[in-house]
């Protein structure tokens, strides 16, 4: 990890925290979908990040969305679980010893690998989200609604982004 | 022991997400338990300023129609205290009624933020201790309705448990039969122009267009305005009807509240519950 993918990292942080509360925040589709693109943040991190640095960055970002979103502590878990499912996918899905890239992103790793990827990761990600802000089973088919349009969203955009940004490799 | 640190080493992924998630959902719980901590929430000082900064700019924007309600309010106003200044003078009777009559005072406070997204919402005032602003008061707005309940206090800022919120319960008077019920928001509704009346008795009849005003009990003082009925008696599995109303008050383009205090609110609960206090 050089100096410039730490500078990178530190600008998308703000960039995607400054987006999210300022602009997403007051936007949703009749209570329903509500996107949280933040999570790109943790998904884009270099693949070479030692756990325990994931899990304190994954918790620092939650901590400073609910500080924001007035829920002490629903965000920082979504994050932890998110960093959780970020750690197993790749172990599982890449050989860890043959990685030459470095990070995870659309243009490295191709469309295929990478929407899985983010798939998984937002899909457990606002599961935990919503049903820690609900924090009871009777409404359980409105979280889940509410969960599925929203992750389709957060996905939306995400590509978007990762398209926009795509950089043409030699793969 | 070395075998365990090998171990613990190897899948320390896992162990580090048990640590970290308990963490998190010991926050998660202990802020739905109790009162909110004062560091990381909206009362806090820096995020309120920031929110404040950004409220500049949107006050500007829906300046034209802030002037409207407002010229509204005062029209209203102002032949309210014709009224009373004709009433007063030709009968030529001072009214000796320091109690009843100063019991409720308003405040009138600029909403800082406002959140009308989520299940459960918050919004934060510019009004606080100083201006002695206290943990549970009523909270209206200025054309009509109720707004909620103040949840935490600092010195300069007050969030508002809104109607919008899971734990927010308001009682309510259905204006012609006076029957009783209770006010919530949410139950597979989620539309923030409508909310529900439940634990309304089963013999009551209600029409729909009935109005539902507050009825007094608890802190808001009787005879808010609250919203019309839009779907009458609805069953549910207990000995209760429910019903549907349309707000009067709309959250999304609320800017300026007004805090109720109330004078007699201190006694009361020692009246009710004398050994609570003492203890």
């Given amino acids: 990890m050089n100096s410039r993918a730490i500078v990178i990292n530190i600008l998308r942080w703000f960039v995607l925290l400054f987006v999210q509360i300022f602009l997403l925040k007051n936007m949703g589709f009749y209570d329903l979908s509500t996107p949280f693109i933040y999570v ?28 924001f979103y007035d829920t002490m502590g629903v965000h920082a878990t979504a994050c932890v679980v998110l960093a959780f499912v970020r750690i197993s996918f790749i172990s599982i899905s890449l050989n860890k010893d043959a990685i030459d890239d470095p990070e995870p992103s659309l243009s490295y790793m191709g469309f295929q690998w990478f929407s899985l990827y983010a798939f998984l990761c937002v899909i457990t990600h606002h599961l935990v989200l919503f049903f820690l802000e609900t924090f009871r089973l009777t409404e359980i088919g409105y979280t889940l609604m509410r969960c599925g349009l929203s992750c389709i969203f957060t996905l939306l955009i995400i590509l978007l982004i990762e398209f926009i940004f795509y950089k043409r490799t030699s793969r | 022991m070395r075998n365990l640190w090998i171990f613990i080493n190897r899948y320390n992924a896992f162990f580090l997400f048990i640590i970290f998630f308990i963490i998190g959902i010991y926050l998660t719980v202990k802020n739905n338990a109790y009162q909110r901590s004062v560091t990381l929430n909206s009362s806090n000082e820096i995020v309120g300023t920031a929110y404040d900064r950004l409220n500049v700019f949107k006050r500007y924007m829906n300046l034209g129609m802030v002037n409207d309600s407002l010229a509204v309010e005062n029209a209203k106003l102002k032949t309210l205290l014709l009224n009373l200044t004709t009433v007063d003078t030709a009968k030529d009777v001072k009214v000796i009624d320091t109690v009843t009559n100063q019991q409720y005072t308003y405040l009138a406070a600029k909403v800082v933020k406002n959140s009308i997204t989520l299940r459960n919402n918050v919004m934060t005032i510019n009004k606080g201790t100083l201006d002695g602003l206290e943990t549970g008061m009523a909270v209206i707005s200025p054309q009509r309705g109720v707004v909620g309940f103040i949840r935490d206090v600092s010195a300069h800022l007050a969030t508002i448990q809104s109607l919008l919120h899971k734990d927010t319960k308001i009682s309510v008077n259905i204006k012609k039969s006076n029957a009783l019920g209770s006010l919530v928001w949410g139950d597979n509704n989620f539309d923030i122009r409508k909310a529900l009346i439940k634990e309304v008795p089963n013999h009551i009849k209600m029409n729909v267009g009935d109005t539902v005003v507050t009825s007094g009990l608890g802190q808001f003082p009787a005879g808010i305005l609250v919203g019309k009925l839009s779907k009458t008696n609805i069953a549910t599995n207990d000995n209760f009807l429910s019903a549907e109303l349309n707000l009067f008050n709309d959250f999304s383009t609320l800017q300026y509240v007004y805090v109720i205090k109330n004078k007699l609110a201190k006694e009361q609960e020692l009246l009710e519950n004398p050994v609570k206090t003492k203890e």
Avoid: E, R
């Fill in chain 1, 40 to 67: 790109l943040f943790l998904l884009l991190l270099p693949f070479g990040i030692p756990n325990l640095l994931l899990y304190l960055l994954a918790f620092g970002t939650g901590l400073t969305l609910d500080a």
